[in-house]
């Protein structure tokens, strides 16, 4: 059984001395013997018959003890970190390791990054806003605009400049540090706040052949600067068809406007059952994390959050048959902004666990094992016992832990969070 003693975690590092008995040890250089002599061809005897002085004469009897020993420390980090309930950020950093000896216990020092323990500024309750349960007029009146906008028709302008709202269509082309953007036809929104105020100051006003040099800064980018020449190739407005029982029934298949009306409040009405919680305890993680105290992120953690976000992502891609190089076209991403991206997006998830960290101990929170056998109900697998055996084999079980802590943390938060409703759609219409 192995003997574990654990420093105080400071400046979130905890240093770890951990003995392993003497016949581990001894298991552990007869198996490393024993494996070498199925790898290495040795003159005279038969493959895996090699004894352990003709190895040790031929290859030195450091290389087959380094061998036991690693093989020793990689069987029994998941009892490690089982034993002393941590996620470490990254590999352990183990500290002048010595060579396992025959019949002697093994005794090894190894120091692990963990998270931050950071502060919150206040345990009070959150304070958030929130769609109201019932459906508004204002959510069916813009469900309405969104299908008239599916009807919508653009017609071509002629004997004026570029006005607010207009479909400009242009050629842009590269003129500095702007390969990605070059493009011909492509259409824009004069005014649109999706547009750098550059682009909008460059289109308003302008007239179809005009030619104009627009520079702005990518904030996102790290502030760098592009610059393209843009050419107003045409000027369309958009007219949509007014609504009428008439072109409700001919392109809805509603008999009425009352009844398209009906049809789209209940679908509302299960979009909101279905999207709701999980919305309000987005915002409230959200709000908690405004009030951590932590000036800049521990590198090591947003980089740990940074390669989890990223396999999730990818394997999400695989099950939609896609991956990354096909996905970034049609997303219109280069490499660079989707990692950027990427790394803003673990950033705040590693201050949303932080903070769920931090409430969690103010709140003495525990996990129970009734706890643990939830999570792996919940998790639809067939043999729990079987599946938390796995686990703890490789050294998982603390994140899970871990889970089920921050799980407890947010329904405490939900629970207990005020909240104010407001009608978002009616005030993005204002």
């Given amino acids: 059984m192995l003997n574990i003693t654990a420093s105080d975690v400071k400046d979130a590092k905890l240093t770890a001395t951990v003995t392993i008995p003497a016949a581990d040890v001894d298991a552990a250089i007869k198996k490393a013997y024993k494996d070498t002599a199925k790898k290495y061809r040795f003159p005279g005897f038969r493959a895996g018959k090699a004894p352990r002085p003709v190895i040790d004469s031929a290859l030195g009897a450091e290389?087959?003890?380094?061998?036991?020993?690693?093989?020793?420390?990689?069987a029994n980090?998941?009892?490690?970190?089982?034993?002393?309930?941590?996620?470490?950020?990254?590999?352990?950093?183990?500290?002048?390791?010595?060579?396992?000896?025959?019949?002697?216990?093994?005794?090894?020092?190894?120091?692990?990054?963990?998270?931050?323990?950071?502060?919150?500024?206040?345990?009070?309750?959150?304070?958030?806003?929130?769609?109201?349960?019932?459906?508004?007029?204002?959510?069916?009146?813009?469900?309405?605009?969104?299908?008239l906008n599916y009807r919508a028709t653009f017609e071509d302008v002629e004997g004026r400049a570029v006005e607010a709202d207009d479909y400009v269509t242009v050629d842009l082309k590269a003129v500095e540090n702007a390969d990605n953007f070059a493009a011909e036809g492509r259409m824009l929104i004069a005014g649109s706040d999706s547009n750098p105020k550059e682009f909008n100051e460059a289109l308003i006003g302008a007239n179809v052949d005009d030619v104009k040099s627009v520079t702005w800064t990518d904030e996102v980018e790290e502030a760098e600067t592009h610059t393209v020449e843009v050419t107003v190739k045409g000027i369309k407005v958009r007219n949509?068809?007014?609504?009428?029982?008439?072109?409700?029934?001919?392109?809805?298949?509603?008999?009425?406007?009352?009844?398209?009306r009906d049809a789209i409040k209940i679908e509302i009405e299960q979009d909101k059952a279905s999207r709701l919680p999980a919305e309000k305890e987005n915002r409230c993680v959200a709000a908690l994390a405004e009030r951590l105290?932590?000036?800049?992120?521990?590198?090591?953690?947003?980089?740990?959050?940074?390669?989890?976000?990223?396999?999730?992502?990818?394997?999400?891609?695989?099950?939609?048959?896609?991956?990354?190089?096909?996905?970034?076209?049609?997303?219109?991403?280069?490499?660079e902004q989707f990692i950027g991206d990427l790394h803003k997006q673990a950033n705040d998830v590693a201050r949303e666990s932080l903070a769920l960290d931090a409430l969690a101990r103010e709140l003495k929170i525990e996990v129970t094992e009734d706890?643990?056998?939830?999570?792996?109900?919940?998790?639809?697998?067939?043999?729990?016992?079987?599946?938390?055996?796995?686990?703890?084999?490789?050294?998982?079980?603390?994140?899970?832990?871990?889970?089920?802590?921050?799980?407890?943390?947010?329904?405490?938060?939900?629970?207990?969070?005020?909240?104010t409703e407001v009608d978002e759609t009616a005030k993005d219409a204002e």
């Fill in 63 to 74: 290389a087959t003890l380094a061998q036991a020993t690693n093989d020793l420390i990689a």
């Fill in 293 to 335: 105290q932590l000036d800049e992120m521990d590198a090591d953690y947003e980089q740990s959050v940074f390669e989890e976000l990223g396999q999730n992502f990818l394997s999400n891609l695989a099950a939609r048959g896609m991956t990354l190089d096909t996905w970034l076209p049609a997303s219109g991403l280069t490499m």
């Fill in 77 to 147: 980090e998941p009892a490690v970190l089982n034993e002393l309930d941590i996620v470490p950020t990254k590999s352990g950093d183990y500290k002048e390791l010595d060579l396992a000896k025959d019949h002697e216990d093994y005794t090894y020092t190894v120091e692990f990054s963990l998270r931050p323990a950071a502060e919150l500024s206040s345990f009070d309750a959150v304070e958030i806003e929130m769609p109201p349960a019932e459906v508004t007029e204002s959510e069916i009146n813009n469900q309405v605009e969104m299908l």
């Fill in 240 to 260: 949509t068809p007014e609504l009428t029982d008439e072109l409700v029934k001919s392109d809805f298949g509603f008999d009425s406007i009352d009844a398209m």
């Fill in 371 to 419: 706890d643990i056998n939830a999570e792996f109900e919940k998790a639809g697998v067939k043999d729990v016992e079987a599946s938390k055996a796995e686990f703890i084999a490789d050294g998982r079980m603390p994140a899970v832990r871990e889970s089920i802590r921050r799980s407890k943390a947010v329904d405490h938060l939900v629970e207990n969070a005020k909240v």
